[in-house]
C-alpha cells in the first residue's frame, strides 16, 4: 500500500497562492488514481480535485477553475496548485490514492483506501 506525505500548507492572506505536495513511497503513482479532499471541523471531507491512472482530471464545481492538480512521476509526488484563496478554503487537506477506480468514482470518498496526515491551509481576510 503506497504511503502519503502532505506539505506545503500555511496561513495565507485571501487572493495569495499556495502549492500543496502530496510525496509518495512504497509504490509508484503513475499506477494510481489520486485525489486531494478536504475537511473543517465538524463536517466530512469534501473532495477537491483528483485524476485517475490515465491522467484523466477532475475537479469539484465549487472550484470555479481557481485549483489545479498534477504530478511528477519521476518524483512520486501529487500537486495541487491553489490560486486566489478564500477564506472558506480554510481546511485541512488530504491526499488520497488508490491502485485502481473507474473515472465516475473519482471525487468519492469511498474510492481510496490510502490517505495522508493531512496539511493545513489557513486563509484569512
Known amino acids: 500500500q503506497v504511503q502519503l506525505v502532505e506539505s506545503g500548507g500555511g496561513s495565507v492572506q485571501a487572493g495569495a497562492s499556495l502549492r500543496l505536495s502530496c510525496v509518495a513511497s512504497g509504490d509508484t503513482i503513475s499506477r494510481h488514481c489520486m485525489a486531494w479532499f478536504r475537511q473543517v471541523p465538524g463536517k466530512g471531507r469534501e473532495p477537491v480535485a483528483a485524476m485517475d491512472n490515465d491522467g484523466s482530471l477532475s475537479y469539484s464545481d465549487f472550484l470555479k477553475g481557481r485549483f489545479a492538480i498534477s504530478k511528477d512521476n519521476a518524483k512520486n509526488i501529487l500537486y495541487l496548485q491553489m490560486n486566489s484563496l478564500k477564506p472558506e478554503d480554510t481546511a485541512m487537506y488530504y491526499c488520497?490514492?488508490?491502485?485502481?477506480?473507474?473515472?465516475?468514482?473519482?471525487?468519492?470518498?469511498?474510492?481510496?483506501?490510502?490517505w495522508g496526515q493531512g496539511t493545513q491551509v489557513t486563509v484569512s481576510s
Open positions: 488520497a490514492a488508490e491502485p485502481v477506480c473507474q473515472y465516475w468514482r473519482l471525487l468519492l470518498q469511498g474510492t481510496y483506501n490510502s
